[in-house]
Nanobody, 124 residues
């Protein structure tokens, strides 16, 4: 059974940092793109960042460019999201997901497996 488990969320002050981790189990995803999405209360789920199977191609949503860094460790079946200079508007539940293809994608429907999410709250 495929399972994605996010961790590392929490409460942080504006300007602070958090590192999210996503552990995949049940199969290897080293040939698939991986992504992070987030959903704030009352809002649609939105794309945050994605990485290709090799890590050689990465894409970020404009609101997080220069502040967030996505990375992966295929040997450990892990993907990470380093979040720096956090802002109150970054407050959301963050989800990791496995893409259907090998590269990155910004569209949620192109992802087949999803984690349960981890809450990130940034106080002002």
């Amino acid at each position: 059974q495929v399972q994605l488990v996010e961790s590392g969320g929490g409460l942080v002050q504006a300007g602070g940092s958090l590192r999210l981790s996503c552990a995949a189990s049940g199969r290897t995803f080293s040939s698939h793109g991986m992504g992070w999405f987030r959903q704030a209360p009352g809002k649609e789920r939105e794309f945050v960042a994605a990485i290709s199977w090799s890590g050689g191609s990465i894409y970020y949503a404009d609101p997080v460019k220069g502040r967030f860094t996505i990375s992966r460790d295929n040997a450990k079946n892990m993907v990470y999201l380093q979040m720096n200079s956090l802002k109150p508007e970054d407050t959301a539940v963050y989800f990791c997901a496995v893409a259907r293809g090998s590269t990155w994608n910004v569209l949620a429907y192109e992802y087949d497996y999803w984690g349960q999410g981890t809450q990130v709250t940034v106080s002002s």
